[in-house]
């Protein structure tokens, strides 16, 4: 099950946790992969832990150039990209009230406008190749929204939107669309929450507990997989209940 | 027939898997030929690849058959 040998993925935010693990699960179960970021050591050291079948290419996706460029080092890298996988992001919490032009836009570009060029870059490839599988990692908050990510929140709208549209545009090529919807996941970013600001956010989850990246990981992997055929244009949220749709 | 016809033929033969009889002068590839418009798109794809041209968005829509793919290519090749 879920065998992925022979196929080729691109994995952006593949410094931060979530994209680490998912890099990590997609090569485990034969795929070659390409790691994008930022951060050029991260990924040297993901890629050397790695070893085989990995490849890395540091990508600015506030900038349009740059994510332009991404598809082609990829393929260049690796043959093709048979799965992409967007799941960098960004925050820039404010207030509505304090939002300023530049927040919003920011958060936009990077979140939403850099994965739909992603998707647009990788798209001829896949229609070639009659198969393809676009996994977009969004947020609860795009399904609930959040106070103070009025941002954030409408960029992974964004997301789930256009990738139920580019879903039903190309399910007859082989070519799958999806998001991973993941709630309140232990990284780097909910470490810095004490103890207090945990419970009660526990209170609000029904499995009593945060969720980890490899969960969000598992996710993905079976989305990216030949078995997930079948399964376009669908939000799957991993969140230990704490929204149910 | 040219020699660009042929190649613009073969292509539309293969990627809409039709008898190369159907594939006339006139002949439509959505009414006449059962292509969908995502087809539309990757025929224009195929023949920039094959013709190594780059055909635009505002041109692309204007080739709605055989003929007019092979009058597009002759001229912009």
Same mark, same amino acid.
């Given at each position: 099950?879920?065998?992925?040998?022979?196929? @080729?993925?691109?994995v952006t935010g593949a410094s931060g946790g979530?994209?680490?693990? *998912?890099?990590?699960?997609?090569?485990? /179960?034969?795929?070659t992969v390409t790691?994008?970021?930022?951060?050029?050591?991260k990924l040297e050291a993901l890629q050397a832990d790695l070893g085989e079948r990995a490849?890395?290419?540091?990508? @600015?996706?506030?900038?349009?150039?740059?994510?332009?460029?991404?598809?082609?080092?990829?393929? =260049?890298?690796?043959?093709?990209? =048979?799965?992409?996988?967007?799941?960098?992001?960004?925050?820039? =919490? /404010?207030?509505?009230m304090r939002m300023s032009d530049e927040d919003w836009?920011?958060?936009? =570009?990077? @979140?939403?406008?850099?994965?739909?060029?992603?998707?647009?870059?990788? #798209?001829?490839?896949?229609?070639?190749?009659?198969?393809?599988?676009? *996994? @977009?990692?969004?947020?609860?908050?795009?399904?609930?929204?959040n106070p103070g990510q009025v941002n954030y929140a409408a960029s992974k709208a964004g997301m789930i939107g256009m990738t139920k549209s580019l879903a039903q545009e190309v399910a007859t090529r082989g070519i799958t669309a999806n998001c991973v919807a993941p709630g309140f996941i232990a990284t780097a970013m909910t470490d810095k929450l004490n103890d207090d600001q945990k419970a009660q956010l526990l209170t609000g989850i029904p499995a009593?507990? #945060?969720?980890?990246?490899?969960? *969000?990981?598992?996710?993905?992997?079976y989305l990216a997989s030949a078995e997930a055929g079948y399964v376009t244009g669908q939000t799957l949220h991993v969140n230990g209940g704490m929204a149910m749709f | 027939?040219?020699?660009?016809?042929?190649?613009?033929?073969?292509?539309?033969?293969?990627?809409?898997?039709?008898?190369?009889?159907?594939?006339?002068?006139?002949?439509?590839?959505?009414?006449?030929?059962?292509?969908?418009?995502?087809?539309?798109?990757e025929l224009v794809m195929a023949f920039e690849e094959e013709f190594g041209i780059e055909i635009p968005d505002d041109a692309a829509e204007t080739i709605q058959s055989f003929g007019d793919a092979v009058k597009f290519i002759s001229e912009n090749s």
């Amino acid at each position: 099950m879920f065998d992925l040998t022979g196929k @080729n993925a691109l994995v952006t935010g593949a410094s931060g946790g979530i994209g680490e693990a *998912i890099a990590r699960s997609l090569h485990a /179960q034969g795929a070659t992969v390409t790691l994008s970021g930022t951060r050029a050591e991260k990924l040297e050291a993901l890629q050397a832990d790695l070893g085989e079948r990995a490849h890395y290419a540091t990508c @600015n996706l506030s900038d349009a150039e740059s994510v332009e460029g991404l598809p082609k080092a990829a393929t =260049d890298l690796m043959g093709s990209v =048979d799965i992409l996988v967007n799941n960098a992001g960004i925050t820039r =919490d /404010q207030l509505f009230m304090r939002m300023s032009d530049e927040d919003w836009a920011s958060v936009i =570009d990077v @979140n939403l406008t850099a994965s739909m060029r992603l998707c647009r870059g990788v #798209m001829r490839g896949m229609m070639k190749a009659r198969w393809g599988r676009i *996994i @977009n990692i969004t947020s609860i908050v795009g399904a609930t929204g959040n106070p103070g990510q009025v941002n954030y929140a409408a960029s992974k709208a964004g997301m789930i939107g256009m990738t139920k549209s580019l879903a039903q545009e190309v399910a007859t090529r082989g070519i799958t669309a999806n998001c991973v919807a993941p709630g309140f996941i232990a990284t780097a970013m909910t470490d810095k929450l004490n103890d207090d600001q945990k419970a009660q956010l526990l209170t609000g989850i029904p499995a009593g507990r #945060m969720g980890t990246p490899e969960e *969000i990981a598992a996710a993905t992997l079976y989305l990216a997989s030949a078995e997930a055929g079948y399964v376009t244009g669908q939000t799957l949220h991993v969140n230990g209940g704490m929204a149910m749709f | 027939m040219s020699d660009i016809a042929d190649r613009v033929k073969k292509i539309v033969v293969e990627h809409l898997s039709v008898d190369e009889a159907k594939v006339t002068e006139n002949a439509s590839f959505i009414d006449d030929l059962g292509a969908d418009s995502l087809d539309t798109v990757e025929l224009v794809m195929a023949f920039e690849e094959e013709f190594g041209i780059e055909i635009p968005d505002d041109a692309a829509e204007t080739i709605q058959s055989f003929g007019d793919a092979v009058k597009f290519i002759s001229e912009n090749s």
